[in-house]
């Protein structure tokens, strides 16, 4: 009998992936029960489920035969205080990542997001201007590739670079290129105060704090269609300037964040927008004028748009704003109904390199088919 007859199970009416159903569910619970049943599953197209707090992002996959739940691959492994690193299992909530004793993982990931899953969708939230992205923040990393053999790259020391540029194409890979069961990240210290500065100002004022030097650890903004816009500012430390960015934008200072911090705007449909510094007021603007609902970094050039209605007008003005901004825009979320005549992803920068990579790690295309930028 094999790992697959072991593990595998009927799929539910829940296991469905971007309107597209699968047939089987496995749960490994350990990385060498996970490389047996994906040798075993050779045969079979598969999609990997963390939290399933973003398993509705990107394009539906071409055919879904197995869902392989990383939710038993749970538990801190190691937390190295003095070495401000932390090993985890690909399954393990970012709620255990968040109460580790005076460090943390600065990457604000809803605390039903796994350590995997969080990894393979590069995600990040407000904090990314000051401590980075996944990619940023993840020094070590055990893989299942999709014939079965386990792989690993980087190590438990922050200055080991060896292993870089493997980890970090597995961060943001979508799970299309084989399935994460072991996360090593750089942690930082808790830090001894955190202030919001929180003001009903236009997006170009982020400027002005960023002029200032505060050393911000988020600079985000938020603006509704017929609303006023507004800006948050997160400054973390030993020294208190909360009073000074509050006069800087006539803003109230709190120790709680505004209630849209690092929530992603409302809608059917949700588009991320990039683009240099200078342009987030014009990304802003335009997104508002197109009935959406904006939240984002001002400081790191990365904004969320949130609507619901026919996408396919909108997402091109909203493309057309990003390009001129100097970036890009990516559709996450859409209706399933749209889905298949949406352009998703837009134009894709080294695209031919990434399907020669696709095709070295997963020649039988087999993981997550079709979920990834180009139908990778």
């Not at 980075?132 to 922050?158: M, S, W």
């Amino acid at each position: 009998m094999s790992a697959l007859d072991d593990l595998a199970v009927k799929a539910g009416d829940d296991d469905v992936v971007g309107g597209v159903p699968a047939r089987l569910v496995a749960a490994p619970a350990s990385t060498e029960e996970a490389a047996a049943l994906i040798a075993a599953s050779a045969d079979l197209n598969v999609v990997i489920r963390g939290g399933g707090t973003k398993i509705e992002w990107g394009t539906p996959p071409r055919d879904l035969d197995l869902i392989i739940d990383t939710r038993r691959l749970t538990g801190v492994v190691e937390h190295a205080a003095g070495d401000l690193i932390t090993v985890v299992r690909a399954g393990t909530p970012m709620a255990e990542l968040h109460a580790l004793p005076g460090q943390q993982l600065a990457l604000d990931a809803p605390a039903t997001a796994t350590a995997g899953g969080t990894v393979a969708a590069n995600a990040s939230g407000p904090r990314r201007l000051r401590y980075g992205t996944a990619r940023d923040l993840l020094i070590g990393i055990t893989v299942v590739r999709p014939d079965g053999t386990i792989t690993k790259a980087g190590g438990k020391v922050v200055k080991n670079v060896a292993g870089y540029d493997l980890g970090k194409l597995y961060t943001g890979s979508f799970g299309t290129l084989g399935l994460i069961t072991e996360c090593v990240f750089r942690l930082h210290p808790v830090p001894a105060t955190a202030f919001f500065v929180r003001a009903a100002a236009p997006p170009g004022s982020a400027a002005r704090i960023l002029a200032g030097q505060f050393a911000a650890s988020a600079l985000e903004v938020h603006a509704v269609p017929g609303a006023d816009p507004e800006i948050a500012v997160l400054l973390e430390g030993a020294a208190d300037r909360s009073a000074e960015v509050a006069h800087l934008l006539d803003g109230e200072v709190s120790d709680e964040p505004p209630p849209w911090w690092g929530v992603t705007p409302p809608g059917t449909v949700l588009v991320k927008l990039t683009g240099v510094l200078s342009q987030v007021p014009a990304l802003v603007a335009t997104a508002v004028g197109a009935g959406a609902t904006v939240t984002g970094s001002a400081g790191a050039g990365v904004l969320y748009a949130g609507f619901t209605g026919d996408p396919h007008g909108r997402v091109e003005l909203l493309r057309a704003a990003a390009v001129r901004a100097g970036g890009h825009a990516v559709v996450l979320t859409a209706p399933d109904d749209v889905r298949d005549t949406l352009d998703m992803w837009g134009p894709v920068p080294g695209l031919a390199l990434m399907r020669r990579v696709k095709d070295q790690f997963d020649p039988a295309h087999r993981f997550a088919p079709g979920r990834f930028a180009g139908g990778i």
